[in-house]
Nanobody, 122 residues
Framework: QLQLVESGGGLVQPGGSLRLSCAASRFTLDYYAIGWFRQAPGKEREGVSCISNSGGVTIYPDSVKGRFTVSRDNAKNTVYLQMNSLKPEDTAVYYC???????????????WGKGTLVTVSS
């Protein structure tokens, strides 16, 4: 079973930046699309990015487009989420997850990390 561990969360002021990491163990990430999701208190979990196994395709919702950038370094078995121009509404627990399907568009996630908390506040 693929294992994923998120890191990099913390407290940041509005307008600031954070970089989250998603590190895999037991298996490599070469054949997995990786999605980042977030869940704020009282809200439904939402996807904030998806990156294909090769890194050639990235997908973002309008809420984060232009501010968040996902990338991957398969040699390090790690996927990153660079978050810039952070807003209070970005406050949430952020999760990474792996999609092993051949489509690789984060429509079905097979493995999940436990999450890292991001708090955007002054």
């Amino acid at each position: 079973q693929l294992q994923l561990v998120e890191s990099g969360g913390g407290l940041v002021q509005p307008g600031g930046s954070l970089r989250l990491s998603c590190a895999a163990s037991r298996f490599t990430l070469d054949y997995y699309a990786i999605g980042w999701f977030r869940q704020a208190p009282g809200k439904e979990r939402e996807g904030v990015s998806c990156i294909s196994n090769s890194g050639g395709v990235t997908i973002y919702p309008d809420s984060v487009k232009g501010r968040f950038t996902v990338s991957r370094d398969n040699a390090k078995n790690t996927v990153y989420l660079q978050m810039n121009s952070l807003k209070p509404e970005d406050t949430a627990v952020y999760y990474c997850a792996a999609d092993r399907g051949v489509v690789g568009r984060c429509n079905r996630m097979d493995y999940w990390g436990k999450g890292t908390l991001v708090t955007v506040s002054s």
